[in-house]
Antibody
Framework: EVQLVESGGGLVKPGGSLRLSCAAS????????MNWVRQAPGKGLEWVSS????????YFADSLKGRFTISRDNAKNSLFLQMNSLRAEDTAVYYC??????????????????WGQGTLVTVSS | DIVMTPTPLSLSVTPGQPASISCKSS???????????LYWYLQRPGQSPQLLIY???KRFSGVPDRFSGSGSGTDFTLKISRVEAEDVGIYYC?????????FGQGTKLEIK
């Protein structure tokens, strides 16, 4: 059974940092592109970032470049999202998701198939 | 960015009756690899999204066959042949042909 379990969310002050983790199991993690997708309270879904299976290709939403970093450890079946300089508008549930598809040098051609339960990040003073 | 526009934004359906949701993309979702990268998700209240349909019409593992997807290019439809109580939630279409992946704002399905 595919399982994705996020952790690391919490309350942080504006300008602060958080590192989210996603523990994957039940599939060959090193073979899949992975995404982070977020959902602000009461709002829709917003793609955050994609990382290809070997970390060769990494993509971010333009509004997040320079503040967020995505990484993975295939030996530990883990995905990470380092979030710096956090703002109130970053408040959201952050989901990690396995991706069905592939990434190339210009984009990913894919969509999430399995999603974690999400971890809530609240940015507030 | 590709804009995904769902119609309607909400619908109320009697159990056992059909339901249909449309989604229009601002650009074609047909890739040169022959695939059309259109996905449908259901987010039940308090839960994470779950994949229903990928690449326009392919039902994901475990998804009941009352769900079906159709369409091409920029116009797509999700149909539920007979709505059940467990189908309540928000339905999102998403394009996966271009980054940033973009989602429609969602269609809320309620049971009458």
């Amino acid at each position: 059974e595919v399982q994705l379990v996020e952790s690391g969310g919490g309350l942080v002050k504006p300008g602060g940092s958080l590192r989210l983790s996603c523990a994957a199991s039940g599939f060959s993690f090193s073979s899949y592109t992975m995404n982070w997708v977020r959902q602000a309270p009461g709002k829709g879904l917003e793609w955050v970032s994609s990382i290809s299976s070997t970390s060769t290709f990494i993509y971010f939403a333009d509004s997040l470049k320079g503040r967020f970093t995505i990484s993975r450890d295939n030996a530990k079946n883990s995905l990470f999202l380092q979030m710096n300089s956090l703002r109130a508008e970053d408040t959201a549930v952050y989901y990690c998701a396995r991706v069905r598809g592939y990434c190339g040098s210009d984009s990913c051609y894919a969509g999430p198939d399995y999603w974690g339960q999400g971890t809530l990040v609240t940015v507030s003073s | 960015d590709i804009v995904m526009t769902p119609t309607p934004l909400s619908l109320s359906v009697t159990p056992g009756q059909p339901a249909s949701i449309s989604c229009k993309s601002s650009q074609s979702l047909l890739h040169s690899d022959g695939k059309t990268y259109l996905y449908w998700y259901l987010q039940r209240p308090g839960q994470s999204p779950q994949l229903l349909i990928y690449e326009v019409s392919k039902r994901f593992s475990g998804v009941p066959d009352r769900f079906s997807g159709s369409g091409s290019g920029t116009d797509f439809t999700l149909k539920i042949s007979r709505v059940e109580a467990e189908d309540v939630g928000i339905y999102y279409c998403m394009q996966g042909i271009q980054l940033p992946n973009t989602f429609g704002q969602g269609t809320k399905l309620e049971i009458k």
